[in-house]
């Protein structure tokens, strides 16, 4: 079947512009998540859907991170005024469920932001 | 604080031999492990899981984990390396809410 589908592969930006990465879920995965990739901080946890409840946005790293999950599937992750900091891949994934029920995340492969 | 740490960045193994990367970990309840594999323009694929019962645990590929709770370890371990088995290898430990905080990750390179 279809696995994590991530769009654009590759996105090159200038510095203050804005940039939305999307992601598109496993069918059926009620859990997404989404992850930073970068040189020098390895890979980050940013934001966590799970159903209808509240996000976890706990890793999201400024207020210029943003990111929504419309009707439970596709996820946008939205980005203002970039800075070169924010030159990473982000990588989304998703599971069956969330929480400790232990289920295996399937990772989408990725975008590549470059903030010139 | 949760924490996982990979205390070696780069493992140079020659074909065949075999290879144990290390992976400790910090966390206040019981632990549910992963091990992950990247390859290079490739996304992370999961090698093996540790939730409860048996401590040493098989994954895909040959390779196998044992999760030792005394020296909050969980290595992965192969008994033969394939060339095909240089990547970066990830360990994580899933937090309550299903978030998973790696490691810094491991490179392998294989020797012919």
């Known amino acids: 079947g279809a696995g994590v589908s991530q769009s654009p592969s590759n996105k090159v930006t200038e510095k203050g512009k804005d940039v939305e990465l999307r992601c598109d879920p496993i069918?059926?995965?009620?859990?997404l998540y989404w992850y930073r990739q970068s040189l020098g901080q390895g890979l980050e946890f940013l934001i966590y859907?799970?159903?209808?409840?509240?996000?976890?946005k706990s890793g999201l790293p400024s207020d210029r991170f943003s990111a929504e999950r419309t009707g439970g599937s596709v996820s946008t992750l939205t980005i203002q005024r970039t800075q070169q900091e924010d030159s990473a891949v982000y990588l989304c994934?998703?599971?069956?469920?969330?929480?400790?029920?232990?289920?295996?995340?399937?990772f989408g492969p990725g975008t590549r932001l470059t903030v010139t | 604080a949760q924490s996982v740490t990979q205390p070696d960045i780069h493992i140079t193994v020659s074909e065949g031999a075999s290879l144990e990367l290390r992976c400790n970990y910090s966390?206040?309840?019981?632990?549910?492990l992963f091990w992950y594999v990247q390859s290079p323009g490739q996304g992370l694929q999961l090698l093996l899981k540790?939730?409860?019962?048996?401590?040493l645990v098989q994954g895909i590929k040959g390779f196998e984990a044992e999760f030792k709770r005394s020296q909050s370890s969980f290595n992965l371990r192969k008994p033969s390396v394939h060339w095909s088995d240089a990547a970066e290898y990830f360990c994580a430990v899933g937090a309550n809410t299903g978030k998973l905080i790696f490691g810094q990750g491991t490179t392998l390179q294989v020797k012919p």
């Open positions: 859907f799970q159903g209808n409840s509240a996000p976890d």
């Open positions: 069918s059926g995965h009620t859990a």
């Open positions: 540790y939730f409860s019962g048996d401590t």
């Open positions: 966390y206040g309840a019981t632990p549910y």
């Open positions: 994934a998703s599971s069956l469920g969330g929480g400790r029920g232990g289920y295996e995340q399937y």
